[in-house]
């Protein structure tokens, strides 16, 4: 399992990759999980939890409401009792347990998320849940003795959240894309404009190895020079 480690000694580390990356932050005496995966990987998840001693959870994190990032939440709050932190805004979504398909980026993407619509009920449904702290624009952690900040970071879908471990590590969801070389912009997002947003809020964080939803870590040089690409379209 790829692991990472603060100067303060959190780790975190990817127990779930492939269609989706979910992260188990390990702090102090808190045990976190942020996203837990689409249906298919509820027993590969157990196992890398079981593997890494984590027989207890605090809580759960969900960078956002998206079925390959949630769908596994109902089943672990019920075999662990802990907390579901979500975005205020998607809170609905997972009270339905439902999906709304975000927005194309690319050509293809934009086509793939016209047929999404039409069949998402079929597919990006799951066990609904209830969150129980709702996060407007920001969480902090600290009063658990942990340097732990939940920030609002949307654009992939409204109410995307990020995770920054000791001001060194940000778990980013969809935010950022670590699949093709090169870029980190997601295939779908529903507002660009407020994603490029997320993006320099992220850099103004001081984290320094961004932690993507789907593909490899991303470093602080590569999104630097994202940025910097999309000031220069814009202009």
């Known amino acids: 399992m790829e692991t990472h480690i603060t100067t303060k000694g959190s780790r975190v580390i990817r127990i779930l990759s492939g269609r989706s990356n979910s992260y188990i932050v390990k702090s102090g005496l808190v045990n976190l999980l942020v996203d837990t995966g689409d249906k298919s990987s509820y027993n590969k998840l157990i196992k890398g939890l079981t593997s890494l001693n984590c027989f207890t959870l605090d809580y759960i994190v969900l960078t956002h409401s998206h079925f390959d990032h949630c769908a596994n939440t109902a089943l672990l709050v019920q075999r662990y009792g802990c907390k579901v932190i979500l975005s205020k805004i998607e809170s609905p979504m997972v009270s339905e347990g439902i999906t709304p398909i975000p927005k194309g980026t690319l050509s293809v993407t934009k086509i793939l998320s016209a047929l999404g ?6 597919f990006a449904s799951y066990t609904p849940f209830t969150p129980d702290i709702e996060v407007e624009d920001c969480y902090d952690l600290s009063i ?92």
């Open 144 to 235: 658990h003795g942990v340097n732990i900040k939940i920030i609002h970071t949307p654009g992939h879908s409204a109410g995307s959240l990020s995770i920054l471990v000791d001001k060194e590590i940000a778990l980013v969801g969809d935010a950022m894309f670590g699949v093709f070389p090169g870029s980190i912009l997601p295939p779908f997002a529903d507002d660009t404009k407020q994603l490029f947003k997320s993006w320099q809020k992220l850099l103004d964080s001081g984290c320094t190895s961004f932690l993507p939803g789907h593909g490899k870590r991303i470093e602080r040089k590569l999104l630097n020079s994202q940025i910097k690409k999309q000031s220069y379209v814009k202009n």
């Open 117 to 122: 619509r039409k069949f998402e009920s079929s």
